[in-house]
């Protein structure tokens, strides 16, 4: 992140707005309307898109995709406009963590994929679609959503850098590094080929 010149009060408050927005479960929201059942109880127990999808309900799976990345989306651009740079940084960063660690569901909430997508397509547009086509690649080449999501967000420095979008890169760090922690049992399971492709129960 760039050295912060901004007023720390509003800093704080984009932070707060961007945890809030971050923290609404759409899958969840979503699953509840179209009577798909609790998401907790199905599949990984994942409120993201991928765990929708496991309830066989495509349209649902796709409306949480688009709500979790505009989540991250809104909430930088909303911050923009507020402070600047640096507020939509905390602001993106916050809604990622608020989607990933809900306070309204005990801090158990989802991975961050779509949150992660988003916030980088509203912070830096080329490293965001950069880091989507990545994503897409990898999921249509190994149909592993995990593989895709941790193939992409470490994209995305590399992509930074690539852009000329250095100033982002403490954010992207720490945004990847979030992504990689989440996915641990991803990762465990890919180690020993047992992680379940993109559509599997």
């Not at 940084?89 to 990622?96: K, S, T, V, Y």
């Not at 399971?189 to 379940?196: H, K, S, V």
Request: glycine share 12%; proline share 2%; charged share 10%.
């Amino acid at each position: 992140m760039p050295v912060l010149d901004t007023a720390p009060i509003l800093l704080l408050l984009c932070a707060v707005m961007g945890y809030v927005l971050g923290s609404i479960a759409s899958g969840m929201i979503l699953a509840r309307v179209m009577n798909l059942g609790d998401l907790r109880s199905i599949g990984s127990g994942n409120i993201g898109a991928t765990n929708v999808l496991r309830t066989g309900n495509k349209l649902a799976a796709a409306l949480t995709l688009l709500f979790d990345g505009a989540k991250g989306a809104v909430a930088v651009l909303i911050a923009r406009q507020i402070g600047g740079e640096d507020a939509a940084q905390i602001a993106g960063l916050a809604a990622f963590i608020g989607h990933c660690y809900p306070v309204w569901l005990g801090f158990k909430g989802g991975k961050g994929v779509a949150t992660f997508l988003g916030l980088w397509l509203a912070l830096a547009w080329p490293v965001g679609l950069a880091c989507c086509a990545v994503w897409l690649l990898t999921a249509l080449t190994t149909r592993i959503s995990s593989l895709s999501a941790l193939v992409a967000a470490a994209s995305a420095l590399v992509w930074a850098i690539v852009f000329d979008r250095s100033e982002t890169l403490l954010l992207g760090a720490l945004v990847v590094a979030l992504v990689f922690w989440r996915h641990r049992s991803n990762i465990a399971r890919l180690m020993n080929g047992t992680e379940p492709r993109i559509g599997s129960k």
